[in-house]
């Protein structure tokens, strides 16, 4: 007996509940808010606050705000839209009359709040949404230097070294093309990231990708790995012919001419003076 007195008491007071929020809705004009959405934002990036509203609807009122007083920062009634309502979101903000949703820009630490939207479609029906918005401070961009690189006749060998300035980040490579052959390794206490790849003569370049992330938050960099051309050997035929030309012209030519001019002076010297009397 008691337990059947226990479940109608309940029944009751949940129909007695859903009535007053049927009435409060209709007499004081009071929305029933549904569960709270939770996005995230970058600093200094942009963010877009969804509405909620149904994709069906034709909206013919939007009206967002903040704070507990409901400030109003963007609205839309009657086809006109304001997005300049206060100072502290002036050229910052941009709403889509279609679908209710709210863009801000050039994120702050003070945009990190709760934010409400009303709004009412063309056939008088309407909803609200209430949004937290959490703005993070976003991550560096991770760093790649080239530690080492050695050519052979198949190809060759690089190494890479990914750093983040940022402490407590999780690094990830991803190369292209996949058939790369790669070997990859954390450096924890250095907050850093080593990447082996090898380079074959099919595949003499690769795109490299280093990503730095931290809960929600990631950032990346990319680099471009090509093989170093080995030149080949300088001819060494005509360098040691020019050396043999130059080695002829300065050291034999001369002695030649030397020998010559010498034998014609001894040749001059045994001719017999005509003007000197024979002895």
Not at 16 to 39: A, D, N, P, W, Y
Not at 199 to 208: H, K, M
Not at 256 to 262: A, G, H, Q, S, T
Request: proline share 4%; with cysteine; aromatic share 8%.
């Amino acid at each position: 007996m008691r337990e059947r007195v226990s479940t109608f008491l309940n029944r009751v007071t949940m129909r007695l509940q859903v009535l007053l929020l049927l009435c409060l809705q209709g007499f004081f004009g009071v929305r029933v808010v549904k569960s709270i959405k939770e996005v995230v934002g970058n600093l200094g990036g942009s963010v877009t606050l969804p509405s909620g509203a149904d994709p069906t609807w034709t909206l013919s009122t939007i009206e967002w705000s903040i704070f507990k007083n409901n400030t109003w920062i963007a609205t839309y009634r009657d086809g006109e839209q304001n997005i300049d309502r206060i100072d502290r979101y002036k050229g910052r903000l941009s709403l889509n009359t279609t679908t209710g949703d709210l863009t801000i820009r050039g994120l702050t630490m003070e945009d990190n709040m709760e934010f409400n939207v009303d709004f009412i479609s063309t056939t008088e029906k309407d909803d609200s949404t209430k949004i937290s918005l959490t703005v993070k401070k976003q991550l560096q961009q991770p760093t790649i230097k080239k530690v080492y690189s050695a050519t052979m006749k198949d190809g060759c060998w690089i190494i890479l070294n990914c750093s983040s300035t940022d402490e407590g980040v999780d690094f990830s490579w991803n190369v292209t093309p996949s058939r790369v052959t790669v070997i990859n390794q954390t450096h924890v206490q250095d907050n850093s990231a080593v990447l082996f790849v090898s380079l074959d003569n099919t595949t003499r370049r690769a795109d490299v990708t280093c990503t730095s992330s931290k809960n929600t938050r990631s950032n990346t960099s990319s680099s471009l790995l090509e093989c170093d051309r080995v030149e080949p050997p300088p001819k060494q035929r005509c360098y040691d012919g020019s050396m043999f030309c130059v080695g002829l012209f300065v050291g034999v030519i001369p002695t030649i001419l030397l020998c010559i001019f010498r034998g014609k002076l001894c040749y001059n010297k045994n001719i017999p003076d005509p003007n000197v009397p024979m002895a």
